[in-house]
């Protein structure tokens, strides 16, 4: 994986101002950077997108693939809970999805507790404040690693022959 894509929705744009005592006072370019920071460390390229429109977020999704992204993480925000919109896209796309939330969800109102997202992500990272992001990248590239075979250093590929065959023979 050489790219990922970190998408945030609504309100995400009013980090650092926006009940900090819930979401934290680091405001939303200094987590870009700070995610930008550890792709380059990780060896990805990391580019961080904000919407607080729903159908820009589903286009984004939709051009994730196209793009050259190889894994999405994502923060829905409020749409979490609803939007049926962004939780169609999320499994009509390829390319794998981490949900992510600053807050636990899981700890808060109880209309906060449902994510119609989470069933067709490939997981959901909530509650580690703006490490959620970094924890959704990590996963996305061990996920990735762990569709690849691993490979011996220096050693050449082997080509294996049918029983019975030598080199250079024709049957």
């Known amino acids: 994986m050489k790219r990922v894509l970190v998408l945030h929705g609504p309100n995400l744009n009013l980090l650092g101002t926006r009940e900090p005592a819930v979401y934290g006072s680091v405001s939303l370019p200094e987590v870009d950077r700070a995610l930008r920071q550890h792709g380059q460390r990780r060896g990805v390229v990391v580019d961080c997108r904000q919407s607080n429109l729903e159908g820009q977020l589903v286009t984004w999704l939709q051009g994730a693939e196209r793009e050259g992204y190889g894994g999405v993480v ?68 061990t996920m990735n690693d762990a569709h690849q075979p691993p490979r011996r250093a220096g050693s050449p590929a082997r080509v294996r022959r049918a029983p019975g065959r030598r080199r250079g023979s024709r049957r």
Do not use: C, K, M, W
């Open 74 to 141: 994502f923060n829905p925000g409020a749409f979490t809970h609803y939007s049926i919109a962004l939780r169609d896209a999320v499994a009509a796309i390829r390319v794998p999805v981490v949900e992510v939330h600053l807050s636990n969800i899981h700890g808060r109102e109880e209309f906060r507790r449902h994510s119609v997202i989470a069933a067709v992500s490939r997981g959901q990272i909530s509650g580690f404040g703006p490490e959620s992001y970094v924890l959704g990248i990590d996963a996305l590239l």
